[in-house]
């Protein structure tokens, strides 16, 4: 016979799904999986979720905007600055803005990049600072608070000839300057495309490996 | 004997027949793509969000835009490590979910194959479960072979040799497997009897099995060289052409899973259809 017949397959599916059901019992309440479980379901439910959640609360639409929350978008310069020569974490990026300052008796301009930081220790605090000027060269400047007390905000500004393109805090984080100088608003360049970019293609390599996976079957 | 080693439908028919029997069944694999693409974006949404919050912001964005940059994957790496290791029992244990998830299907697809009528989902489901037991054995079994030639010939060849001979062996290997597992849900006997009839099925008619692996492995090799192709000639920096790449990428994913179950269909079929005729034979010298 080379075919079941519907009542021979309809037998075996219910012993099939007993036995599993008694094995699948078994196997949740014995003593390890009971320990092990809660912390298999926190563990696999927290970071994917809530980076969904991440993910559409911030919206993956619009390539300019305004930053109203800088508190988070700065927040990684707080890590970052632990690896700078430096070696300690005293202040954290709040904010960078970018104006200009125009001589009316001369016309001529100067154009001041704006830093605001929060102190977090009580250290003396250098922040290195590199601005990219539209003539392509670029500027190293640094900047110590000397006050040994007080923790709280500080707001230092560097002073250009030309408007700078970008400030740099680390080697591949530069807050690009979108600012057209008509108000004193933050603006920063969102790129999009790229994140969309990457993502798909992880994405597809995730597809692919897991065809191979199945590849065994 | 000299007839009944001789078989009624080749390796050309027999992917004929099951390219038919997969196009009929084409919700069965639009399932099996919705769950890879299911598994797939809970691998990748943790990644996006934290290449958003990496690169949204920053000029190495434009870099990445038009190529890949290794100072910046190396920093990424190493800011979010603990983002990588925290991940990496996720990805194990979805990994081992979806590989039970394509042993459960496989039962499914190669029961449907056996059928000329469009199998329905409920159906394919119950048959997945009826046969999930002998093609998970059937598959541990495999694996075990694989991981003890790996161990066999790991210290005692040559790189070259070792990759080539590993080339073959896990090919041969796999090919007699995938005709266990036909013969596993296709046939009606005892467990080991039918692992003992698909083995010989495999090794009696070499010409038609491996024409049946090799003409799937070809659709799934020219499905590869097409996206390549693809994606030497795509521009992919500017909007249009990241949507293009998406699209063509899933497209891709759905031609090779298409090609995965005319695998199925094409065992089943050669396997199904002989084993039939080797049995009439044996009838007719019986009487």
């Known amino acids: 016979m080379i075919q079941f017949s519907g009542r021979q397959s309809g037998v075996r599916f219910q ?28 563990s696999f439910s927290a970071t994917p979720f809530a980076a969904f959640d991440d993910t559409i609360s911030k919206g993956f639409v619009g390539t300019l905007r305004s930053i109203e929350n800088i508190d988070s978008l700065f927040q990684r310069y707080v890590y970052q600055q632990e690896d700078s ?17 125009t001589d009316l008796g001369t016309g001529s301009s100067s154009y001041f990049t704006e830093v605001t930081v ?5 250290t003396k605090a250098t922040l290195d600072l590199r601005l ?8 190293d400047t640094s900047w110590t608070d000397s006050s040994e007390t007080a923790t709280g905000q500080r707001t230092f500004e560097f002073k250009t000839d030309s408007p700078p393109e970008y400030a740099q805090l680390d080697p591949w984080n530069k807050i690009q300057n979108d ?3 008509s108000d004193n608003s933050l603006t920063v360049n969102e790129f999009l495309l790229p994140v969309v970019k990457w993502a798909g293609r992880i994405f597809n390599f995730f597809q692919n490996v897991l065809l191979c996976a199945g590849a065994l079957v | 004997m000299r007839r009944s080693s001789r078989l009624n439908t080749g390796a050309l028919n027999a992917l004929k ?11 069965l694999w639009i399932a099996v793509y919705v769950f890879n693409l299911a598994f797939a974006a809970i691998l990748t949404l943790p990644f996006a969000e934290i290449l958003a919050r990496d690169i949204s912001r920053s000029l190495v964005g434009r870099e990445l835009l038009t190529g890949f940059n290794y100072r910046w994957f190396v920093d990424f790496v190493t800011i979010n490590g603990e983002f990588f290791r925290n991940l990496l029992p996720q990805i194990i244990f979805l990994f081992a979910a979806y590989l039970i998830m394509e042993i459960f299907f496989a039962g499914g697809f190669y029961s449907s194959s056996c059928g000329k009528a469009e199998m329905k989902f409920g159906d394919f489901l119950a048959k997945g479960s009826i046969y999930f037991f002998p093609i998970f054995v059937v598959t541990a079994i495999e694996c075990a072979v694989l991981f003890l030639l790996y161990l066999t010939f ?15 062996l896990f090919v041969v290997t796999n090919l007699l497997s995938d005709f266990v597992r036909a013969a596993v849900v296709v046939d009606d006997d005892r467990f080991w009897r039918k ?23 070809s659709i799934s090799s020219l499905t590869v060289a097409l996206y390549l192709a693809f994606h030497s000639i795509n521009d992919s920096t500017t909007a249009a052409g990241v949507l293009a790449e998406i699209i063509v990428a899933q497209i891709f994913i759905l031609l090779r899973i298409f090609s995965k179950v005319i695998f199925y269909a094409g065992e089943a079929v050669l396997y199904k259809e002989n084993q039939i005729e080797v049995i009439k034979v044996k009838l007719e010298m019986l009487e």
Not at chain 1, 85 to 101: C, L, M, T, W
Not at chain 1, 132 to 139: C, E, P, Q
């Open chain 2, 195 to 217: 692992v003992k009839r698909g083995l010989n099925f495999t090794v009696k008619h070499p010409i038609s099995t491996v024409g049946v692996y090799l003409c799937c492995l």
């Open chain 1, 179 to 181: 600012d057209d100088y």
């Open chain 2, 17 to 27: 027949t099951g390219i038919e029997r997969s196009i009929r069944n084409w919700r």
């Open chain 1, 85 to 101: 020569a430096h070696g300690r974490v005293d202040f954290a990026v709040k904010s960078i803005s970018f104006y200009k300052e």
């Open chain 1, 132 to 139: 990219g000027l539209d003539d392509g060269t670029a500027v």
């Open chain 1, 15 to 42: 012993r099939f799904a007993a036995s599993w059901y008694r094995s699948f019992n078994r196997f949740v309440n014995s003593s390890i999986c009971r320990s092990i479980i809660p912390f298999v379901i926190l």
């Open chain 2, 154 to 168: 790991r210290y005692q060849l040559s790189v070259t040799t070792y990759q080539l001979s590993a080339m073959v």
């Open chain 1, 118 to 122: 929060a102190r977090t220790g009580e």
